[in-house]
């Protein structure tokens, strides 16, 4: 018996070190501390989510403070986009300067600064709340409600150094990225081919952002189907995977609260099926505690950043002894940091058909040979975007011998005629209903029709049609039809009710300069008609017609219509008026000249002080009602000479010559609320001596505040003057008409 067990034993040591070769070795989890190197090649794993991606760049700064040196990134998303950047070369802590510069609002709203708009369609785009596409001359829903030309554009300036690679895997750290393809459903792994468009598609959110085409193809976001792209990577070769997911495995019913936390469950749930499975896959998982942060809240990055932090030190260890086990070989590739300034040597135009040339490089306005800012290069995109003849547009670079040939890439849109929606109410003109329809290319390339209507108790009316060519001047057609109800007043006291009827119809010559100016004149016929709701005024059969001829320059570069925080509004015109009876009989004529002037004062994040300061000066005899001076409420848009002034009703003042300034604080107080300080001081007065000689001072103030809502802005102001003891209040919910 001794004898048998001391063979067995013999036998076991001989042999079991080779069975011990055959069986399978089970992955490390936590790899240990080991003065054995070899290179080993790590992957990294970075989920979709939105805003909570932010904390993917804490858990990065970690992963290198730890010494560990990733060999191939997957992500997903904005997991992708923080994942190109790093692989494209950019140190963390760019990545983390650059996200916190974007303005996130911007982006999910797709919002371009209203100075770059189109000079013709900054009014629209200051009225209406949701604009339609008109396909076969019926409105139909979009296919999302962001075009995401904000994404492109900031991927066109990250991106800009991908033009040296022709494989992703050529980057500094090889790299792919998921998308999903609309129509099949099935998930597409990109490792090739524009690394723009593919992080475009990745990051195309259902129905948040329209799904973007590569190659006759529709993409949408790659976590609708893999949200943690491990599979990808597991096809390396790869001897280790760490991933930082910050997904939320499906919410509880009483936090969907919101249609993108509905969506966010929607798209969540093939991805919940595959967690158990990735989470056993991954040989390190680093998930931050991100409860109560949104996909869509990018307002809380700092926090956002330091719970991916934390979440990676419970890690420490783990990085620690993963790092001392690896053997990185030497990193001969150099940082390609995005170009902030290019000297553009060419320009080159791509996807457009049915804009001409000579057109586009109008509004691109760059000459060649010259060194520009990339910054300016956003500012193109904007203003070619601003033309709304485009889905999208961006920019790629090519290297030449000396500086670059600049590529600008056009999708244009499909359909040009739109339909907007809004609603409005105010205290001056009450509710409305407002509609517009837009025409492109109705007799000519680059015509526009513009057709809007306020639809209720004060129905309002305006059809512009111009012809856009730049500084070119160009032969425009307007009509204006105007109904409101006002008040008189005499010594403060109401005396009566008026019904004011105005219509024109103009022709004018317009030049546009510098996306900015607009400078022209024109001849205007115009009837104006008043009759007292209780017949006991003199204009009550006011019914007369005019004929007018006027000059003006418009200036205007703010980058908001409501709440603007930079540049400045310059409006002057000269207007002669003569009555006419029929076509050949005229009174004498007279003449006003009006100017207004606003700017913006940033001062420090939150606060801007707006001055301005206006006049109006009559030439000749007194103009009749229609063309007198009216101050008071705090609408905006009026017509002909009536203008806001705080601390009166609506056109409780008149006169006929005016000179007036104002300062208001504009206080944000937090995203989309804001309070505001108003005064104004002004001298109305019947001669232009007086003007200057009178001691009369009309004094006014407002305390007010504002929330922008989807409809447009909601605005309550209370306001009253040191010449009298009243109080007034004003309310506003929508955009001006």
Same mark, same amino acid.
């Given at each position: 018996?001794?004898?048998?067990?001391?063979?067995?034993?013999?036998?076991?040591?001989?042999?079991?070190?080779?069975?011990?070769?055959?069986?399978?070795?089970?992955?490390?989890?936590?790899?240990?501390?080991?003065?054995?190197?070899?290179?080993?090649?790590?992957?990294?794993?970075?989920?979709?989510?939105?805003?909570?991606?932010?904390?993917?760049?804490?858990?990065?700064?970690?992963?290198?403070?730890?010494?560990?040196?990733?060999?191939?990134?997957?992500?997903?998303?904005?997991?992708?986009?923080?994942?190109?950047?790093?692989?494209?070369?950019?140190?963390?802590?760019?990545?983390?300067?650059?996200?916190?510069?974007?303005?996130?609002?911007?982006?999910?709203?797709?919002?371009?600064?209203?100075?770059?708009?189109?000079?013709?369609?900054?009014?629209?785009?200051?009225?209406?709340?949701?604009?339609?596409?008109?396909?076969?001359?019926?409105?139909?829903?979009?296919?999302?409600?962001?075009?995401?030309?904000?994404?492109?554009?900031?991927?066109?300036?990250?991106?800009?150094?991908?033009?040296?690679?022709?494989?992703?895997?050529?980057?500094?750290?090889?790299?792919?990225?998921?998308?999903?393809?609309?129509?099949?459903?099935?998930?597409?792994?990109?490792?090739?081919?524009? #690394?723009?468009?593919?992080?475009?598609?990745?990051?195309?959110?259902?129905?948040?952002?329209?799904?973007?085409?590569?190659?006759?193809?529709?993409?949408?976001?790659?976590?609708?189907?893999?949200?943690?792209?491990?599979?990808?990577?597991?096809?390396?070769?790869?001897?280790?995977?760490?991933?930082?997911?910050?997904?939320?495995?499906?919410?509880?019913?009483?936090?969907?609260?919101?249609?993108?936390?509905?969506?966010?469950?929607?798209?969540?749930?093939?991805?919940?099926?595959?967690?158990?499975?990735?989470?056993?896959?991954?040989?390190?998982?680093?998930?931050?505690?991100?409860?109560?942060?949104?996909?869509?809240?990018?307002?809380?990055?700092?926090?956002?950043?330091?719970?991916?932090?934390?979440?990676?030190?419970?890690?420490?260890?783990?990085?620690?002894?993963?790092?001392?086990?690896?053997?990185?070989?030497?990193?001969?590739?150099?940082?390609?940091?995005?170009?902030?300034?290019?000297?553009?040597?060419?320009?080159?135009?791509?996807?457009?058909?049915?804009?001409?040339?000579?057109?586009?490089?109008?509004?691109?306005?760059?000459?060649?040979?010259?060194?520009?800012?990339?910054?300016?290069?956003?500012?193109?995109?904007?203003?070619?975007?601003?033309?709304?003849?485009?889905?999208?547009?961006?920019?790629?670079?090519?290297?030449?011998?000396?500086?670059?040939? /600049?590529?600008?890439?056009?999708?244009?849109?499909?359909?040009?005629?739109?339909?907007?929606?809004?609603?409005?109410?105010?205290?001056?003109?009450?509710?409305?209903?407002?509609?517009?329809?837009?025409?492109?290319?109705?007799?000519?390339?680059?015509?526009?029709?513009?057709?809007?209507?306020?639809?209720?108790?004060?129905?309002?009316?305006?059809?512009?049609?111009?012809?856009?060519?730049?500084?070119?001047?160009?032969?425009?057609?307007?009509?204006?039809?105007?109904?409101?109800?006002?008040?008189?007043?005499?010594?403060?006291?109401?005396?009566?009710?008026?019904?004011?009827?105005?219509?024109? #119809?103009?022709?004018?010559?317009?030049?546009?300069?510098?996306?900015?100016?607009?400078?022209?004149?024109?001849?205007?016929?115009?009837?104006?008609?008043?009759?007292? /709701?209780?017949?006991?005024?003199?204009?009550?059969?006011?019914?007369?017609?005019?004929?007018?001829?006027?000059?003006?320059?418009?200036?205007?570069? /703010?980058?908001?219509?409501?709440?603007?925080?930079?540049?400045?509004? /310059?409006?002057?015109?000269?207007?002669?008026?003569?009555?006419?009876?029929?076509?050949?009989?005229?009174?004498?004529?007279?003449?006003?000249?009006?100017?207004?002037?606003?700017?913006?004062?940033?001062?420090?994040?939150?606060?801007?002080?707006?001055?301005?300061?206006?006049?109006?000066?009559?030439?000749?005899?007194?103009?009749?009602?229609?063309?007198?001076?009216?101050?008071?409420?705090?609408?905006?848009?009026?017509?002909?000479?009536?203008?806001?002034?705080?601390?009166?009703?609506?056109?409780? #003042?008149?006169?006929?010559?005016?000179?007036?300034?104002?300062?208001?604080?504009?206080?944000?107080?937090?995203?989309?609320?804001?309070?505001?300080?108003?005064?104004?001081?002004?001298?109305?007065?019947?001669?232009?001596?007086?003007?200057?000689?009178?001691?009369?001072?009309?004094?006014?103030?407002?305390?007010?505040?504002?929330?922008?809502?989807?409809?447009?802005?909601?605005?309550?102001? #209370?306001?009253?003057?040191?010449?009298?003891?009243?109080?007034?209040?004003?309310?506003?919910?929508?955009?001006?008409?």
């Amino acid at each position: 018996m001794p004898r048998r067990l001391l063979l067995f034993t013999l036998l076991l040591t001989t042999f079991l070190p080779a069975f011990g070769q055959m069986l399978p070795t089970p992955p490390e989890k936590n790899p240990p501390d080991s003065t054995a190197k070899r290179d080993l090649k790590i992957g990294l794993v970075l989920s979709g989510g939105g805003a909570k991606c932010l904390s993917q760049i804490g858990a990065l700064k970690v992963i290198e403070e730890a010494g560990v040196q990733i060999d191939y990134i997957g992500g997903t998303s904005m997991g992708a986009i923080i994942g190109a950047m790093y692989a494209l070369g950019f140190p963390v802590s760019e990545i983390e300067r650059y996200l916190l510069q974007v303005n996130w609002n911007a982006l999910l709203n797709n919002e371009i600064p209203h100075n770059r708009l189109s000079f013709l369609d900054r009014p629209k785009a200051a009225r209406y709340a949701f604009t339609l596409p008109i396909e076969a001359g019926k409105p139909r829903l979009p296919r999302g409600l962001n075009e995401a030309q904000y994404i492109l554009k900031e991927l066109s300036f990250l991106t800009q150094q991908s033009y040296r690679y022709s494989r992703f895997s050529d980057f500094p750290i090889p790299f792919l990225c998921m998308a999903t393809n609309l129509e099949t459903g099935q998930g597409r792994v990109f490792e090739k081919g524009s #690394l723009l468009k593919a992080l475009r598609a990745s990051a195309s959110f259902p129905s948040l952002f329209v799904p973007f085409p590569i190659d006759d193809t529709l993409y949408v976001d790659g976590g609708v189907v893999n949200n943690y792209p491990l599979e990808p990577l597991q096809e390396k070769d790869l001897d280790y995977l760490i991933g930082i997911d910050v997904q939320d495995y499906l919410h509880r019913r009483q936090d969907l609260r919101s249609v993108l936390e509905v969506l966010e469950q929607i798209s969540t749930l093939v991805n919940t099926r595959q967690q158990s499975y990735d989470e056993g896959q991954t040989d390190l998982l680093i998930e931050p505690a991100l409860a109560g942060h949104s996909i869509t809240d990018f307002s809380h990055m700092d926090s956002t950043v330091a719970a991916g932090e934390r979440a990676a030190r419970r890690h420490w260890q783990a990085l620690r002894a993963l790092a001392q086990r690896d053997q990185p070989a030497p990193d001969s590739s150099a940082i390609q940091l995005p170009l902030t300034r290019i000297r553009v040597e060419d320009i080159a135009l791509h996807g457009h058909k049915a804009i001409d040339e000579r057109f586009l490089l109008g509004k691109i306005g760059l000459d060649t040979g010259t060194t520009y800012s990339t910054d300016r290069l956003a500012t193109v995109l904007d203003l070619l975007y601003g033309t709304h003849y485009f889905e999208n547009v961006y920019y790629t670079l090519e290297p030449l011998r000396e500086g670059h040939r /600049l590529h600008f890439h056009f999708r244009e849109k499909e359909h040009l005629n739109t339909l907007s929606l809004g609603v409005q109410y105010n205290t001056d003109f009450k509710a409305a209903a407002l509609l517009n329809y837009t025409h492109r290319g109705l007799l000519f390339r680059h015509d526009q029709l513009n057709l809007d209507a306020a639809i209720g108790e004060n129905p309002r009316l305006r059809l512009n049609y111009f012809l856009d060519r730049g500084y070119i001047p160009t032969l425009g057609l307007k009509f204006r039809g105007d109904q409101f109800d006002f008040r008189t007043y005499q010594q403060g006291r109401f005396t009566d009710q008026l019904r004011y009827r105005d219509y024109s #119809l103009s022709l004018f010559l317009q030049s546009t300069i510098a996306h900015s100016y607009a400078l022209g004149g024109g001849i205007q016929l115009e009837n104006s008609q008043i009759n007292s /709701l209780f017949g006991s005024e003199p204009l009550q059969d006011f019914d007369r017609s005019f004929i007018n001829y006027y000059g003006f320059l418009d200036f205007n570069s /703010l980058d908001d219509p409501y709440f603007p925080r930079d540049g400045f509004h /310059l409006e002057a015109s000269y207007r002669l008026l003569a009555e006419r009876i029929g076509l050949e009989t005229f009174r004498e004529p007279t003449s006003v000249l009006d100017l207004q002037y606003r700017e913006t004062l940033p001062l420090g994040a939150h606060i801007t002080l707006l001055p301005q300061v206006r006049s109006a000066i009559t030439i000749g005899p007194t103009p009749l009602f229609p063309y007198q001076i009216h101050l008071g409420s705090m609408g905006q848009d009026y017509i002909n000479y009536i203008y806001p002034f705080a601390g009166y009703r609506f056109m409780e #003042l008149s006169g006929r010559n005016l000179i007036m300034a104002g300062l208001e604080a504009q206080v944000k107080l937090s995203n989309n609320h804001y309070l505001h300080l108003r005064g104004n001081a002004a001298r109305l007065e019947a001669t232009f001596d007086d003007l200057l000689s009178t001691e009369t001072l009309l004094d006014g103030y407002a305390l007010g505040y504002s929330f922008r809502s989807p409809l447009g802005p909601l605005s309550l102001y #209370l306001a009253s003057s040191s010449q009298h003891k009243s109080l007034y209040s004003y309310i506003n919910l929508g955009f001006w008409f």
